[in-house]
């Protein structure tokens, strides 16, 4: 069983930044394909970012693009999503999800999803 970890939400002020981390096993191949999703209160789950498996494409919501970046650390199976010039309409629980031999195309199939994290922005 695939496991995967999230970690550094919290409260932001408006047009501040936050750094996410997910950590899973399955980062240390390039078939592993990674996402990254948001849902806010009462709405439903987005897509905001997906990277495919073998880098193939790279896909970045428009709510997102130009704000919001994705790094790397495969020695640490580690992603970041780098989020900044944060809104309140930001303010979600953020989601990483992965998988192998996925495409972004169906980037709503991952398999693998982590718990959570709560980011508020607010001031």
């Known amino acids: 069983q695939v496991q995967v970890a999230e970690s550094g939400g919290g409260l932001v002020q408006p047009g501040g930044s936050l750094r996410l981390s997910c950590a899973t096993s399955?980062?240390?191949?390039?078939?592993?394909?990674i996402g990254w999703f948001r849902q806010a209160p009462g709405k439903q789950r987005e897509a905001i970012f997906c990277t495919s498996s073998w880098h193939a494409n790279r896909w970045y919501a428009d709510s997102v693009k130009g704000r919001f970046t994705l790094s790397r650390d495969k020695a640490k199976n580690t992603v970041y999503l780098q989020m900044s010039s944060l809104r309140p309409e930001d303010t979600a629980v953020y989601y990483c999800?992965?998988?192998?031999?996925?495409?972004?195309?169906?980037?709503?199939?991952?398999?693998?999803w982590g718990q959570g994290t709560q980011v508020t922005v607010s001031s």
């Open positions: 399955i980062f240390t191949t390039d078939s592993a394909a």
């Open positions: 999800a992965t998988d192998l031999d996925l495409g972004c195309n169906h980037k709503y199939d991952f398999n693998y």
